[in-house]
């Protein structure tokens, strides 16, 4: 059965994961700098200028790609792979310093995006390809990175507790414990295959919630003053925006991979009830 695999009320995690690629790109190409820290690219590196242009005009088309149905599965798989090189970085990162838990994080949160370009290439492919029969098998994988970001809680518990708001009740110790189980308990759901279609569109819902009530005021109205104690000087304005790209694409990921398996849920119950129509009229 042909299914439409492009409607946007039913793809719209895939849609933000598009969009979110040209706002990055678009960022990179304004600051002529990759998005810091998350995009690891680190200041020795022989001409990171012109490799930060190159990966922003990378990010856009890419990005511009998977809003067009013919090029919607290749732009996937081009952003799949552009987000395996930060991946790469970070894992290498990780292997020089395996005791520090923050690079491991976001390493994770790296493949994150990895696994979402790959189920959406594998979803937007044609029905009898191999990579259509596996793309929720590859959607599922999300719930490996689930497991890092509820640990990544509980190890930094006064970093992430600093991040909630603080008009939010009933306070940051609070959100910091129950998000990170609630990642835990996306991460179950999603390997074990009980409930996932719901796993997956709350865990949509609760990642873009960060992006929401946290990174996007502080492009809007300003960051907060102990940000300034983190961030190089003269780099604070280039940091939120691009953390506001960044923590999106986060949330564009798992909103992508929900796509998929509830996308394919669906296409299987249209199937069973087509052919229990035609048992009906035979």
């Not at 990055?24 to 820290?37: C, E, K, P, S, Y």
């Not at 809003?67 to 790469?88: E, K, P, Q």
């Not at 796993?199 to 990642?207: F, I, K």
């Amino acid at each position: 059965m042909q299914v439409d695999r492009q409607r946007l009320g039913s793809n719209f995690g895939i849609y933000l994961y598009a969009g979110t690629a040209v706002y990055l790109g678009l960022v990179g190409l304004a600051f002529g700098d990759f998005a810091t820290n998350w995009q690891r690219v680190t200041p020795e590196v022989p001409h990171r200028v012109a490799l930060a242009y190159l990966a922003g005009g990378y990010e856009l088309l890419a990005g511009a790609a998977m809003l067009w149905r013919r090029t919607a599965r290749w732009g996937a798989l081009a952003l799949a792979g552009s987000y395996t090189v930060f991946w790469l970085l970070w894992m290498v990162h990780a292997a020089s310093a395996p005791l520090n838990y923050d690079s491991w994080g976001n390493m994770f949160e790296e493949l994150s995006a990895v696994i979402a370009g790959l189920a959406a290439f594998a979803w937007l492919s044609p029905p009898e390809s191999p990579w259509a029969r596996r793309a929720v098998a590859i959607a599922r994988t999300y719930g490996i990175c689930c497991i890092s970001f509820g640990a990544t809680h509980f190890i930094n518990f006064a970093g992430a507790s600093a991040f909630v708001p603080k008009w939010i009740p009933p306070g940051g110790k609070f959100w910091a414990a129950a998000t990170g189980i609630f990642f835990f308990a996306g991460a179950a759901s999603l390997l074990s295959g009980v409930m996932m279609r719901l796993a997956s569109r709350l865990l949509g819902v609760m990642v873009l919630g960060f992006e929401v009530l946290i990174w996007l005021p502080w492009l809007l109205f300003g960051p907060p003053p102990w940000l300034k104690l983190l961030v190089a000087e003269g780099s604070v304005t280039h940091f939120v925006w691009a953390a506001n790209g960044i923590a999106t694409a986060f949330a564009a990921a798992v909103w992508a991979v929900g796509d998929v398996i509830n996308g394919a849920a669906k296409a299987k119950q249209e199937e069973r009830s087509r052919v229990e129509a035609g048992s009906y009229a035979a």
